[in-house]
């Protein structure tokens, strides 16, 4: 995982489901990510629901929320 800092808030990229996506940390920092990949695996709901993978992830304490290429956003909450 790489981290850049642009205005305050971090980023990082992730891996999964052979894609890699950019996972802004809003609020959080990169021990919320663990969580993330846990929540993504198991919420299989929000998972089928995208017809293309997230492009981007903004991670905040409680929940993330999922962009797609399309535009689409999905909230998902991470426990």
Known sequence: MQS?????TQSTNITFGNN???V???GTDR????SLLSALRHNKLT???LRKPPV???????????FTPDGDKYRLPIF
Do not use: C, V
Request: without cysteine.
């Open 47 to 49: 998972w089928s629901s």
């Open 56 to 66: 981007r992830i903004d991670l905040y304490d409680e929940e993330a929320m999922l």
């Open 20 to 22: 890699s996506i950019l």
């Open 4 to 8: 850049t800092m642009q205005s305050k």
């Open 24 to 26: 802004r940390l809003i």
């Open 31 to 34: 021990g919320r990510i663990p």
